[in-house]
Each structure stands twice: as C-alpha cells, then as structure tokens.
Nanobody
Framework: EVQLQASGGGSVQTGGSLRLSCAAS????????FGWFRQAPGKERERVSC?????????GYVDSVKGRFTISRDSTKDTVYLQMNSLKPEDTAVYYC????????????????WGQGTLVTVSS
C-alpha cells in the first residue's frame, strides 16, 4: 500500500539539470519528512538532502551539493522534488527517495520507507 515512486533520472552533460520526483501514496504525506539518498558503484549510500514535515520548511544538504540542489515538497500532489543544477560527473549515482515519520525535522538516516531509485548519469 505504501509507495514511493521515484522518477526523473536520465543522462545529461556536465552543467546540465534534472528534476527528480518522488510521488508518495499510502500514508499521510504531511506527517513525514523526506530524504534523497544516492549510491554510486563501490561507494556507500549517502544522504544528499532532507526536508521537514512542517509547513515552515526546513531543508538540509550535504556539502557537496549545496548551492546546486534544491529539495521541495508539494502538499497538493503528495510529491517531493529534488532540483539538480550544475550537475557534475561525481553526481552520477542511483538516487533514492525515502520517508520518515517525524514531528518536524529528522536529521538521521533510519527512514521508514524507501523508493526503488532512479539513475542519474552525468557525462563530461
């Protein structure tokens, strides 16, 4: 019943942009914070960004994407987005959307639900 459907991945050149989407269903969207994670071959999964469950939005980013990526959520669509600009080859990875039940803002990695992932490839 619970679903997180990630989409929007693809192949772009260095400096290009992509917008990832995560469509949520089967739970109360407003009660959950969301995160975007990525995993490249041979590397551990990394939390890229997270966003609070509160209407006064709190956002967090790993240092390597600050100023380039923006996480957002749309309560009218039960969808979370990751806008990725100025993409670099080191951004190449499978990106996963995840949700966690939280009163406001979650800073950890122990998320409740995970999507299937979408592949982002950035060529030089």
């Amino acid at each position: 019943e619970v679903q997180l459907q990630a989409s929007g991945g693809g192949s772009v050149q260095t400096g290009g942009s992509l917008r990832l989407s995560c469509a949520a269903s089967g739970f109360n969207f407003g009660d959950y914070g969301f995160g975007w994670f990525r995993q490249a071959p041979g590397k551990e999964r990394e939390r890229v960004s997270c966003i609070s469950s509160h209407e006064s939005i709190t956002r967090g980013y790993v240092d390597s994407v600050k100023g380039r990526f923006t996480i957002s959520r749309d309560s009218t669509k039960d969808t979370v987005y990751l806008q990725m600009n100025s993409l670099k080859p080191e951004d190449t990875a499978v990106y996963y959307c995840a949700a966690v039940y939280t009163a406001y803002y979650y800073r950890g990695n122990d998320y409740d639900y995970w999507g299937q992932g979408t592949l982002v490839t950035v060529s030089s």
